[in-house]
């Protein structure tokens, strides 16, 4: 089974920074998209980065700048460093991936981690 585990969510005050890890793990073939949603209060999911198994990146238009999205492969682990931080960014941050197991491709999301930013 597996199983996709945030952490390093917390308070910060605005301009502050954070770093976000997501680790995999279970019975993996491999790891294509690694990515990082959010949900704020009231709103809709929507995408902050993502990166493939090569390493390119995309980033939503919000982010650009003052996130950098990274993974390490032979961990399973993919990472949103969060530089000059605002209170807008105040969301749950869910990590996302699609993992071939045994079973096939399959869309993984961890239980998510809250990153409150204060003014």
């Known amino acids: 089974q597996v199983q996709l585990v945030e952490s390093g969510g917390g308070l910060v005050q605005a301009g502050g920074s954070l770093r976000l890890s997501c680790a995999a793990s279970?019975?993996?073939?491999?790891?294509?998209?690694m990515g990082w949603y959010r949900q704020a209060p009231g709103k809709q999911r929507e995408l902050v980065a993502a990166i493939t198994s090569s390493g390119s990146t995309n980033y939503a238009d919000f982010v650009k700048g003052r996130f950098t999205c990274s993974r390490d492969n032979a961990k399973n682990t993919v990472y949103l460093q969060m530089n000059s931080l605002k209170p807008e960014d105040t969301a749950v941050y869910y990590c996302?991936?699609?993992?071939?197991?045994?079973?096939?491709?399959?869309?993984?999301w961890g239980k998510g981690t809250l990153v409150t930013v204060s003014s």
């Open positions: 996302n991936a699609y993992i071939a197991t045994m079973h096939g491709v399959m869309d993984y």
């Open positions: 279970g019975n993996i073939f491999s790891i294509n998209v």
